[in-house]
C-alpha cells in the first residue's frame, strides 16, 4: 500500500466515522472518527455481503456509505456493551 491509498483510507474512514456520529449522535474527535469508519468498514462489508446488497453507485461512494452503515452498527453495539 502506497501513501496515496493510505491517505484516501484515512479520508473515507474519517468521512464514513463522522457521518455515524452524525447519524448516532455520537461525540468524538478526528481520531475516533477514523477507527470508527475502518473497523466499520470491515463490518459493513461483512453485512453487506451477508445479505448480498450491492450499491449502484461510484466506488468510492459505496466504499464511504458501507463504512458508514458498518460504523453505526459498531457505535450500536458499542452503547448496548458498555451502558
Same mark, same amino acid.
Given at each position: $500500500?502506497?501513501?496515496?491509498?493510505?491517505?484516501?483510507? *484515512? *479520508?473515507?474512514? !474519517?468521512? @464514513?466515522?463522522?457521518?455515524?456520529?452524525?447519524? $448516532?449522535?455520537?461525540? #468524538?474527535?478526528?481520531? /475516533?472518527?477514523? *477507527? $470508527? #469508519?475502518?473497523? #466499520?468498514?470491515?463490518?459493513?462489508?461483512?453485512?453487506?455481503?451477508?445479505?448480498?446488497?450491492?450499491?449502484?453507485?461510484?466506488? &468510492?461512494?459505496?466504499?464511504? &456509505?458501507? @463504512? !458508514?452503515?458498518?460504523?453505526?452498527?459498531?457505535?450500536?453495539? #458499542? /452503547? *448496548?456493551?458498555?451502558?
Amino acid at each position: $500500500m502506497d501513501i496515496t491509498n493510505l491517505i484516501v483510507t *484515512l *479520508l473515507c474512514g !474519517a468521512v @464514513a466515522g463522522w457521518l455515524a456520529s452524525l447519524v $448516532m449522535g455520537s461525540k #468524538g474527535g478526528l481520531l /475516533r472518527n477514523i *477507527l $470508527m #469508519g475502518i473497523v #466499520g468498514s470491515f463490518v459493513g462489508s461483512f453485512v453487506f455481503s451477508f445479505i448480498h446488497v450491492t450499491l449502484p453507485f461510484s466506488s &468510492l461512494i459505496n466504499s464511504v &456509505l458501507i @463504512a !458508514a452503515v458498518g460504523a453505526c452498527i459498531v457505535i450500536f453495539i #458499542g /452503547r *448496548l456493551i458498555f451502558k
